[in-house]
């Protein structure tokens, strides 16, 4: 399981290739070390258009970090309906949602405290 910085700098990169791959949008990372109590250090946050993208990003995540670093996650939630499908590896948690599942649930207001990176899709084909 990730522990070293160096490691979850990796994962982070890794999980961004996969969704990327597979055309996931609106990535957002969160940053929570500032934050108290809280489960783990980051949360990656995109969206898919349908439960089918939704399903082939977090098929795609996971894909890319295996092969990439040989890491799993430790829990996987949501694949039965891929409205929202949540990837725990421990110290970053990987959220991907259909849009509209994204704005209602809103975990970027939630955590409002969390420092918020927004990445552009700067991949071009």
């Not at 940053?31 to 993208?53: H, K, P």
């Not at 098929?59 to 430790?74: L, R, Y």
């Not at 649930?105 to 918020?116: H, P, Q, R, S, T």
């Given at each position: 399981?990730?522990?070293?910085?160096?490691?979850?700098?990796?994962?982070?990169?890794?999980?961004?290739?996969?969704?990327?791959?597979?055309?996931?949008?609106?990535i957002?990372?969160?940053?929570l070390?500032?934050?108290?109590?809280?489960?783990?250090?980051?949360?990656?946050?995109?969206?898919?258009?349908?439960?089918?993208?939704?399903?082939?990003?977090?098929?795609?995540?996971?894909k890319?970090?295996?092969?990439?670093?040989?890491?799993?996650?430790?829990?996987?939630?949501?694949?039965?309906?891929?409205?929202?499908?949540?990837?725990?590896?421990?110290?970053?948690?990987?959220?991907?949602?259909?849009?509209?599942?994204?704005?209602?649930?809103?975990?970027?207001?939630l955590?409002?405290?969390?420092?918020?990176?927004?990445?552009?899709?700067?991949?071009?084909?």
């Amino acid at each position: 399981m990730t522990k070293q910085k160096g490691n979850v700098d990796q994962l982070i990169t890794e999980i961004i290739n996969g969704i990327e791959k597979v055309k996931g949008q609106k990535i957002s990372i969160l940053d929570l070390r500032e934050i108290e109590n809280t489960a783990c250090d980051y949360f990656i946050i995109c969206e898919g258009s349908s439960n089918t993208q939704v399903n082939a990003i977090s098929g795609s995540v996971q894909k890319t970090v295996s092969k990439a670093i040989q890491d799993k996650p430790w829990h996987v939630e949501g694949e039965a309906n891929a409205e929202w499908i949540l990837l725990d590896y421990v110290n970053v948690v990987v959220h991907i949602f259909q849009k509209q599942i994204r704005e209602y649930y809103d975990i970027e207001g939630l955590w409002g405290d969390a420092k918020i990176t927004n990445l552009e899709n700067t991949k071009t084909i």
